[in-house]
Nanobody, 124 residues
Framework: QVQLVESGGGSVQAGGSLRLSCAASGRTVENYFMGWFRQAPGEEREFVAA????????EYADSVKGRFTVSRDNTKNTLYLQMNGLKPEDTAVYHC?????????????????WGQGTQVTVSS
């Protein structure tokens, strides 16, 4: 059992920055991969970024490459997403998720545990 809680969302102007955090508890040693996904109104949930246990494997969606940075601190059981150069199209509810498999996946269905989400709103 894994529990995930996101924080750090908010409202910013285009070009601004936000840092999201995801605190994990429970059987955290099973979080082989952790990822960030987002869902805008009327849209399907989409992949944003993922990172392996040691940080040796990192993947980003093309839409956020060069602007977002994913990291994790296993001593604190925390996942992060640094978001710079935010655009209005980044507006969405952002969820962190945990995958109990040592292989990268960008599919939401491959992640077992999910946080409640945190709202990010970017105005023009």
């Amino acid at each position: 059992q894994v529990q995930l809680v996101e924080s750090g969302g908010g409202s910013v102007q285009a070009g601004g920055s936000l840092r999201l955090s995801c605190a994990a508890s429970g059987r955290t040693v099973e979080n082989y991969f952790m990822g960030w996904f987002r869902q805008a109104p009327g849209e399907e949930r989409e992949f944003v970024a993922a990172i392996s246990w040691s940080g040796g494997v990192i993947e980003y969606a093309d839409s956020v490459k060069g602007r977002f940075t994913v990291s994790r601190d296993n001593t604190k059981n925390t996942l992060y997403l640094q978001m710079n150069g935010l655009k209005p199209e980044d507006t969405a509810v952002y969820h962190c998720a945990s995958r109990q498999h040592g292989v990268l996946s960008t599919a939401p269905s491959d992640y077992r545990y999910w946080g409640q989400g945190t709202q990010v709103t970017v105005s023009s």
